[in-house]
């Protein structure tokens, strides 16, 4: 073990007897589920979770999760044309998302 993990157990549990780790938001409940966060970088997986908690979701995201439900739908629909303006408007939703995608590392470039 390092020495820098060391000082962090040692701190870690120099709180923990002081109680200051008692009644934080979360406590007694599961980690929440991170696993998109693998593929993308840190610092969007900060800045995405800084916004989430603050109940506000970048446009790439609110498009990504309308791409998923419209997906879901998809599957069910029988009706030859209402699958084309579906598809239609998926292909219209994953454009907007792969352009919001390419605006937000443009700005982090720049």
């Known amino acids: ?9 040692r701190r870690m549990q120099a ?3 002081k109680g200051a780790l008692q009644g934080l938001s979360g406590e007694g409940k599961p980690l929440p589920d991170r696993t998109s966060d693998a593929f993308i970088t840190p610092g969007d997986a900060i800045g995405f979770r800084i916004m989430a908690e603050a109940g506000v979701l970048p446009e790439e995201i609110v498009l990504k999760k309308q791409a998923q439900a419209l997906r ?11 699958r084309k303006a579906a598809l239609a408007e998926l292909a219209r939703l994953e454009m907007r998302q ?8 443009a700005f982090m470039k720049g």
């Open 72 to 82: 879901d739908t998809l599957a069910s629909l029988t009706d030859e044309t209402a």
């Open 1 to 9: 073990m390092s020495w820098l993990n060391r000082l962090a157990e």
């Open 15 to 17: 709180a923990r007897l």
């Open 98 to 105: 792969a352009m919001a995608e390419e605006a937000r590392r």
